[in-house]
């Protein structure tokens, strides 16, 4: 019986480790509020975000993998100012009838440890896709204090031509380079 009770333990100990599977989460709209920055002018930096955002977070920080999907509405465009907004959604900056989504694809995040620090993808925008690197400069999952479940967060920026895109109305005037910055919370599937 002993013999047969240390056989057991042995093969335990030097069985297989199991892995952690990968986590699925779901971008929560109401707190994924995309932004840009734009030079105006020469005389100011121009601020607005997107208000209607939707995707999916895929983590397996024990791996070192991950995916991230992002879809933002362009016409969910909001700077405070609605003339400018009209104009924003129209042909002129983001054609919102022709392309009514911006979207962000990674399928390969960067980790520092268990902690991703960039997502490496893809951005489509105006129907042009160039490849985009994405910083995340914070991040964060643990249980939600009010929601009661797992939830995961992060900011996330890089900077664009608008230009590659086909973006191109008010070119120097109005600056070609956009800093994007995308805050995500998500909770686990």
């Known amino acids: 019986m002993t ?27 109401k707190h994924t509020l995309p932004s840009f920055e734009i030079n105006h002018l020469g005389f100011s930096t121009q601020r607005g975000r997107f208000n209607t955002t939707s995707g999916k977070i895929t983590l397996d920080r024990e791996a070192k993998r991950g995916s991230v999907l992002v879809n933002i509405e362009t016409a969910s465009v909001d700077t405070g100012v609605a003339k400018l907004e009209e104009h924003l959604r129209a042909e002129d900056f983001f054609n919102v009838a022709q392309y009514p989504t911006m979207t962000f694809k990674s399928n390969n995040l960067k980790f520092n440890g268990e902690v991703p620090v960039a997502a490496e993808g893809e951005l489509t925008l105006l129907g042009v896709t160039k490849p985009v690197t994405l910083a995340i400069t914070a991040f964060k999952c643990a249980p939600h204090p009010i929601a009661k479940k797992e939830a995961c967060g992060a900011d996330a920026t890089t900077t664009i031509k608008r230009s590659d895109f086909g973006m191109k109305y008010a070119l120097p005037a109005v600056g070609d380079e956009v800093k994007l910055v995308i805050n995500v919370e998500a909770f686990k599937d």
Do not use: G, Q
Not at 11 to 21: D, L
Not at 22 to 27: A, D, G, Q, T
């Open 3 to 29: 013999r047969k009770l240390a056989l057991v333990s042995i093969a335990a100990m030097t069985a297989a480790p199991a892995f952690a599977a990968p986590e699925s989460y779901s971008i929560d709209p």
